[in-house]
C-alpha cells in the first residue's frame, strides 16, 4: 500500500515540475523575444511616452523582469491567471469559453482518425499488394497535404457545392464534420500506416500461424491476435498526435470560424499577451501529462507481459 | 467503404454535441426577417471608447450612436447632438442635445451622460491614446441643463468635431460604464442608445443583434426614420478571404465584406448577386522613406525609387484592375486631396538611373546591383505580419523585381512579428516604411506623420513651414482655408521634399445576395456602414 501511495505521489510531484518548468520556459521565451509588451500593445498607433507610460503603469511592466516573473509565480499558485493585456478580460474566463469548442473539435478529430486508421489497416493488412498500395497512398497524401487545403478542399466540396454541411460556427452537430474530417485525416494517415505496419509483422509471428491452424478465418486472425501488438507502437503516437491536432486546430479554426484555444493562442502569441500564452502552455501541459499517465496505463491493458512488472 | 468514411465523424459529432447541449438555431423570425453577415476582423473590443480597428468600424455604430454624424461631403450632421455653437476663439463647443433618447437599459440620455463619457477617458488607465491624441486639448465639461452640455478645449481644435462623429463619441449608459463586468472589452453588459442591442457574442465564431423596437434618433444622413428594418443580425467572423466567398455563393450568408480581387470577377459575373466598393478615408497606402541615413537621405534617391516604378503596371498585375492609384499621402476620397499631384511622378525609368548616377551611386556589383565606394544600393523595410494586408507582401515583391531591373536598386523586405518589426523602428534599422491610416479626417493622419515630433514621425522629416500649416489647418474650422493648407502640405511632402511614394488607395468592398438593399459605405471612413437601412426585399 504504502509503495503505491508513494508511486502516485512521485507521479503528482513529476507532473507539477513539468508545470512548473514548461511555465517557466514560456516565460522566458516570450521575455526573450524581441520587442516588448508595449509595443504589441501600441500597435501602429500613436506612441507617445506619456501612452507608454500609461500602458505600463496599469500592468505593471515597469518592475524588474524577475519581479514580475515572481509576482505572476505567486497569483498562478492562488489560481488567478490575470488579465489579458489585449482581450482586456479575465484569463480564466477566456479560456473557460473557449474550452468547449476546442475538446469538441479535438476529440471529433482524434476519434475520426482513430476510427478511419484502423478500418483501413485492418482491411488492408496482409490482402496483397494493390489495396495496401492503395491505402497507402491516400495515407501519404492524407499526411503531406496541409491541412489549410484540406480544409479548404471539404469545404469546397461538401460545403460551397453539395451544400451538406454549414461552413461556419460551432452550433450544431453539421458543423464539427467538416473540422473533424480535416483535422482528422492527417491522424489517421500516420496512424494508419503505423497499425498496418505493427498488423503485418504480428501475421508473421507463430501465434498467428497458430490460429490460423486452429481454423480461424484471416479477419479473426487480424481482430483478435495482431491487433493488440499492432495498437503497442500506435498507442505511443497518441502523445505525438495530441501535440499535432493542437497545432492544426489553429488553422482548422481560422478556416471554419470556429470559436477554440488554438486561435486565441496564436493571437495571443503574436501580440505577446503574456498571462493568456501562460495559461495555455500550462494548460497544455497537465493535458500532455494526463496523456502520458493513460498511456502508460494503457500499455499494461493492451499487453498483460507488462502487469508483472 | 465511401460511406464508412462520412459517417463515423458524423455520429461522433452528433454524440458529442448531445452532450453539450447547444440549442436549435432560433426560428424566430419577426417582420424584417435577419440577416447573416460575414466579416473578416473580429474585433477586439466592443467597448466604443476602446475601438481602435476601421475593419471592426461596422459593429460601432448598431450598439451605439455617437453624437454628430459625418456627410458625404465632409461636413457634419446632427446625430444625438441636434445642433452645435463653437465660440469666436474655438474654445468652446455648445452642443443641444435630444431629449427622447433612452440607453438600452433604461436610462435616459442626457447631458449629464454626455460628461460622464467625456470625462471616462481622462482617467489614466482608460484609454491612454485617445487622452493624449483627440482629446490633448480638452479642459472641461460643464452640464447647463438637461438637453444642453459646455465643452471647453485649452485651445481651438477643429478635430475635435471630428472626434465627436467618431466611434469614441459612441454614447455609453453611464450606468453601464459603473457596472460592466469587462468595461474596456464591452459586451452585452455594455449597452448604448443604437438601433440594435448585442445580445450574444461567442468569441471565434459570431456577434448576434436584435432590432431596439424603441429606436427612433438615427442620425440626419440616414435614409429612414424609426427602428431598423432588420428583426436580427448576425455578423460571423471568416478571417478566410475564399471561405467568406463560397459561404456568399452557396447561400449559407446574405452578405460579406472584404472581397479580393481575385475574387471580384465572379462575383460580377453572378447575377444573384451585387457587389460595391469605395474608397477608405486618410491617408493612401504608401512608402514613406527614411531621411535620417543614406542612401534616402538623398532626395535624388528617394525621387529615383519612385520612377523607378511602373506603378499603374505593378498595381494592374497585383489587383488586376480593381487598385486606385494613389498621387499624394492624402487619399483620394478626401475633401483635402491635392489633384494637382496627379502625374507629378514615377514611371521614368532613364530619369531614375540619370539622378542615380547623379548621386554617385555609379559602380554595380556582380549581381547588377548599383554600389557607391563599395557598398550596395540596399533599403530595407520591415513590416508586421499582424498589418500586412490586401495582398501587400505581392505588391512589395513586384516593386523589388521592378527597381532591381529598372534601376539595380536591392529592396529587401522583411515580414516579421511585431516585436521584431517595432525593434528594427527603434534602432532606426530601416530605409523605408509602409502605411496607410484609416482617420476619418486626413488631417489627423498628417498630424500625426509630419511634425518633427509627431507620434509616427518615422521619415525623420523635418520642415517648419510643413509643421506651421498643420498647425494653422488645425485650428481652422474653414474647410476651404484647410484644404487650402492641406495642399501646401502634401506639395512640400509628395513634391519639393519626395519624402513618400504613394501607392495606392485602400478600399472596401461588399457583395451581397440580391435581394439585400440598403448596403452601404459610411462616409466618414469609406468602410462599410452599420445595418440600420438594411433591409431584404423581395
Not at chain 2, 489614466?124 to 472641461?140: F, G
Not at chain 2, 474596456?184 to 440594435?196: E, H, I, M, N, R
Not at chain 2, 559602380?363 to 495582398?391: C, H, I
Request: net charge neutral; glycine share 8%; charged share 20%.
Amino acid at each position: 500500500m504504502r509503495s503505491i501511495l508513494w508511486a502516485v505521489a512521485r507521479r503528482v510531484g513529476a507532473g507539477v515540475a513539468v508545470l512548473w518548468a514548461a511555465a517557466t520556459a514560456a516565460y522566458a521565451a516570450l521575455w526573450l523575444a524581441p520587442g516588448d509588451t508595449i509595443d504589441v500593445l501600441i500597435g501602429d498607433g500613436p506612441d507617445t511616452p506619456e501612452i507608454r507610460a500609461a500602458i505600463s503603469a496599469e500592468w505593471g511592466l515597469d518592475r524588474p523582469e524577475i519581479v514580475q516573473y515572481l509576482a505572476y509565480l505567486g497569483r498562478l499558485l492562488q489560481g488567478d491567471l490575470g488579465r489579458s493585456y489585449w482581450l482586456q478580460r479575465d484569463v480564466g474566463e477566456v479560456l473557460a469559453s473557449q474550452l468547449r469548442p476546442s475538446v469538441e473539435l479535438v476529440l471529433a478529430a482524434a476519434g475520426t482518425g482513430v476510427v478511419l486508421a484502423l478500418l483501413i489497416a485492418v482491411l488492408t493488412a496482409g490482402r496483397g499488394p494493390w489495396p495496401r498500395r492503395a491505402a497507402s497512398a491516400a495515407e501519404l497524401v492524407s499526411v503531406s497535404v496541409p491541412p489549410f487545403v484540406i480544409g479548404i478542399l471539404l469545404l469546397t466540396v461538401f460545403s460551397f457545392t453539395l451544400g451538406w454541411f454549414p461552413v461556419s460556427g460551432a452550433d450544431g452537430p453539421a458543423a464539427l464534420v467538416l473540422p473533424a474530417l480535416a483535422l482528422g485525416l492527417p491522424i489517421a494517415g500516420v496512424l494508419g500506416q503505423v497499425l498496418r505496419d505493427g498488423l503485418e509483422r504480428a501475421l508473421e509471428q507463430p501465434f498467428a500461424v497458430t490460429a490460423r491452424a486452429r481454423g480461424l478465418g484471416e479477419r479473426a486472425v487480424v481482430a483478435r491476435h495482431a491487433l493488440r501488438h499492432a495498437l503497442l507502437p500506435a498507442v505511443t503516437y497518441v502523445g505525438w498526435f495530441t501535440g499535432s491536432v493542437l497545432g492544426g486546430a489553429v488553422i482548422t479554426e481560422i478556416l471554419f470560424g470556429r470559436p477554440g484555444l488554438g486561435q486565441v493562442t496564436m493571437d495571443a502569441v503574436s501580440g505577446k499577451d503574456l498571462p493568456v500564452v501562460m495559461a495555455v502552455v500550462i494548460l497544455f501541459a497537465a493535458v500532455f501529462v494526463a496523456i502520458s499517465t493513460v498511456v502508460d496505463l494503457a500499455y499494461r491493458i493492451i499487453d498483460p507481459r507488462l502487469r508483472t512488472t | 467503404m465511401k460511406l464508412s468514411k462520412v459517417v463515423p465523424p458524423l455520429v461522433l459529432a452528433l454524440a458529442l454535441t448531445a452532450c453539450g447541449g447547444q440549442g436549435a438555431p432560433e426560428a424566430a423570425k419577426s417582420d424584417g426577417g435577419s440577416l447573416t453577415w460575414a466579416i473578416e476582423t473580429e474585433p477586439i473590443t466592443f467597448n466604443p471608447h476602446q475601438w481602435a480597428q476601421n475593419k471592426a468600424r461596422l459593429l460601432v455604430f448598431n450598439q451605439f450612436d455617437a453624437l454628430l454624424a459625418k456627410d458625404a461631403k465632409g461636413g457634419y450632421a446632427p446625430w444625438l447632438a441636434t445642433s452645435w455653437e463653437v465660440s469666436d476663439d474655438g474654445r468652446t463647443y455648445t452642443l443641444r442635445l435630444r431629449d427622447d433618447v433612452t440607453f438600452h437599459d433604461g436610462t435616459k440620455f442626457d447631458a449629464a451622460a454626455v460628461k460622464a463619457n467625456l470625462e471616462k477617458f481622462s482617467e489614466p488607465d482608460y484609454n491612454p491614446a485617445v487622452k493624449a491624441i483627440q482629446l490633448r486639448t480638452l479642459d472641461k465639461v460643464e452640464v447647463v441643463s438637461a438637453t444642453t452640455v459646455k465643452i471647453t478645449l485649452n485651445e481651438p481644435d477643429t478635430l475635435f468635431l471630428d472626434f465627436l462623429a467618431s466611434p469614441y463619441a459612441g454614447q455609453v449608459s453611464p450606468k453601464s460604464l459603473r457596472s460592466a463586468k469587462d468595461l474596456k472589452a464591452g459586451g452585452p453588459d455594455l449597452v448604448g442608445t443604437g438601433p440594435f442591442i448585442l445580445d450574444r457574442y461567442v468569441k471565434g465564431q459570431e456577434a448576434h443583434y436584435r432590432r431596439n423596437p424603441a429606436y427612433k434618433w438615427p442620425p440626419a444622413t440616414a435614409a429612414h426614420q424609426g427602428p431598423a428594418h432588420l428583426a436580427e443580425l448576425t455578423y460571423r467572423f471568416l478571417p478566410e478571404a475564399a471561405v467568406r466567398v463560397g459561404a456568399l455563393t452557396s447561400g449559407q450568408v446574405d452578405v460579406i465584406e472584404g472581397v479580393p480581387a481575385t475574387e471580384v470577377k465572379l462575383i460580377k459575373a453572378d447575377p444573384d448577386l451585387t457587389y460595391q466598393t469605395a474608397l477608405n478615408s486618410g491617408t493612401a497606402f504608401s512608402y514613406y522613406f527614411n531621411t535620417s541615413h543614406a542612401p534616402f537621405d538623398d532626395k535624388r534617391v528617394r525621387q529615383a525609387f519612385r520612377e523607378a516604378v511602373d506603378v499603374d503596371a505593378v498595381l494592374n498585375s497585383v489587383y488586376q484592375g480593381t487598385a486606385t492609384r494613389a498621387w499624394s499621402i492624402v487619399a483620394k476620397s478626401s475633401p483635402f486631396y491635392d489633384a494637382t499631384l496627379e502625374g507629378t511622378f514615377g514611371g521614368d525609368t532613364a530619369k531614375a538611373n540619370k539622378l542615380l548616377d547623379e548621386a554617385g551611386w555609379t559602380g554595380r556589383d556582380s549581381e547588377g546591383y548599383r554600389t557607391k565606394d563599395g557598398k550596395r544600393l540596399t533599403v530595407r523595410a520591415v513590416a508586421s505580419a499582424p498589418f500586412v494586408r490586401d495582398r501587400r507582401d505581392i505588391l512589395a515583391q513586384a516593386i523589388q523585381a521592378q527597381v532591381k531591373q529598372t534601376a539595380g536598386i536591392d529592396y529587401q523586405i522583411k515580414i516579421v512579428d511585431q516585436g521584431t518589426a517595432q525593434k528594427a523602428l527603434d534602432d532606426n534599422a530601416y530605409e523605408l516604411f509602409e502605411n496607410s491610416r484609416g482617420d476619418s479626417d486626413a488631417g489627423a493622419a498628417l498630424n500625426l506623420i509630419l511634425p518633427e515630433d509627431a507620434a509616427i514621425n518615422r521619415t525623420h522629416f523635418h520642415d517648419p513651414d510643413v509643421d506651421k500649416w498643420l498647425a494653422a489647418a488645425a485650428a481652422d474650422s474653414d474647410t476651404a482655408e484647410r484644404a487650402r493648407l492641406y495642399a501646401k502640405v502634401q506639395q512640400a511632402a509628395v513634391t519639393e521634399h519626395a519624402i513618400v511614394f504613394p501607392l495606392y488607395v485602400p478600399a472596401d468592398q461588399i457583395a451581397a445576395r440580391k435581394s439585400v438593399q440598403g448596403l452601404g459605405f459610411d462616409p466618414a471612413s469609406g468602410t462599410p456602414r452599420n445595418a440600420y437601412d438594411v433591409r431584404i426585399g423581395t
